[in-house]
């Protein structure tokens, strides 16, 4: 995913702590999208997703007036959204409903959606909508914050330093989280390739 | 069969991109974040809306800049605080100083008397600073006549303040 331009952001948060509503609100337009796949992919709910991102720009424009500059907008507004997201889910525990399930039609043409139905792999022998309901299953069975680490990496394209910055954990940390993670989920998804029907 | 290797596995997450809300939901998303603020400001209580209010006055006269450079205030605090202490302090030195020149006068005079230089140029010198001083004025004794010096009496702050 592309990264927002920093001079651009800086402009709209000193325009918003001029005044401007209308810059907070090029802000919301510019980073719902994204956030949004960050907390759907944490909460797997997406009634929750819409109240979380909601708290999210309201408490963000609240302290915006106090946002110095020392990070950039994109982490700093990230960081808002997971530290949010993480509380959620502690207090939220294994109660949800689970809505992960609306993939999008442009996923018929991205290239390594073809390439990985293309090839000999365990996907291919699968149904691909089975698959994807699978990993999510298997996703909501990591811990909160390895879901993070997972979401912002694989899903969100971050790099690692990005992710140490967003999480205040070191580079190291964010590593073995992935390494960790990863493992998890490549035990769910043989289990299941193993045992399709359970 | 094969396992699920890392790079299926990172194919697999990054596919879930493709996991979008129904169409129209990020031009809704705007105005519901609208709705929801003046909801908020509306269920404030008037003293919460009143204190943001200056806040936001407070923050546009960037004062708050002050409070981020305290050895700055505390400098300019203690700047006032001398200045204020030594405008306090300058008439008494004044009064000091017109002492000190009574003083010598006083001396002077009583060499010119002793002496055998110039009385002109001694009575010049001394009386002139002693018209300029303020207790000079005020005092009944050199209001007409011309300023006599007693050297035998008791000083006029000796004097009792009250007298019957």
Redesign the interface.
């Known amino acids: ?1 592309n990264r927002p331009k920093a001079d651009e952001d800086r402009e709209l948060v000193a325009r918003t702590q001029a ?1 401007d509503p209308h810059a907070f ?1 090029e802000l ?2 510019k980073y ?2 994204r956030l ?2 960050l907390v ?2 944490m909460t797997a709910n ?1 009634e929750d ?2 109240d979380l ?2 708290d999210v ?2 408490k963000a ?1 609240k302290a915006i ?1 106090g946002f110095r500059g020392k990070s950039s907008f994109y982490t700093w507004i990230h960081s808002i959204a997971v530290n949010m997201t993480l509380n959620f889910l502690k207090k939220r525990g294994r109660r949800f409903h689970m809505s ?5 039609a ?2 018929q043409s ?1 290239k ?2 073809l ?2 139905t293309a090839r000999s ?3 291919r ?1 699968a149904d691909l909508s089975e ?2 309901k699978r ?2 299953e298997a996703m909501m069975k990591l811990s909160d914050e390895h879901r993070a680490v ?1 979401t912002m990496f ?2 969100q ?1 971050m790099p690692h330093a990005e992710i140490s910055k967003i999480l205040r954990v070191s580079e190291g940390t964010v590593r073995s989280r992935l390494f960790y993670a ?1 493992r998890q ?2 035990n769910y ?2 289990e299941f ?1 193993k045992n399709p029907v359970s | 069969m094969d396992e699920f290797d890392d790079k299926e596995i990172a194919t697999l997450l990054r596919l879930k991109r493709h996991e979008q809300p129904p169409p129209g939901y990020f031009e809704d998303f705007l105005h519901e974040f609208h709705r929801r603020q003046r909801d908020e400001l509306l269920r404030q209580p008037l003293w919460r809306i009143c204190l943001g209010r200056a806040n936001e006055f407070m923050f546009r006269l960037n004062l708050s800049r002050l409070t981020s450079y305290p050895a700055a205030v505390a400098a300019v605090l203690v700047c006032a605080a001398i200045v204020s202490v030594r405008v306090y302090q300058e008439p008494q030195r004044a009064n000091f100083a017109a002492r000190q020149q009574t003083t010598f006068n006083l001396s002077a005079e009583t060499e010119a008397g002793l002496s055998l230089a110039s009385p002109v140029a001694a009575r010049i010198f001394s009386t002139k600073p002693l018209r300029s001083s303020k207790s000079g004025h005020t005092h009944p004794r050199n209001s007409g006549t011309p300023p006599r010096y007693v050297l035998d009496s008791v000083p006029v702050s000796y004097e009792p303040t009250v007298r019957f």
């Open positions: 995913m005044g609100d919301v337009i719902s999208p949004y796949g759907y992919n997406h997703t819409n991102l909601q720009f309201a424009y007036r992960l399930d609306d993939v999008d442009g996923i991205d390594e959606f390439q990985l792999s365990p996907v022998e698959l994807q990993l999510n997972v694989h899903i394209g990863n989920l490549q998804l043989d390739r």
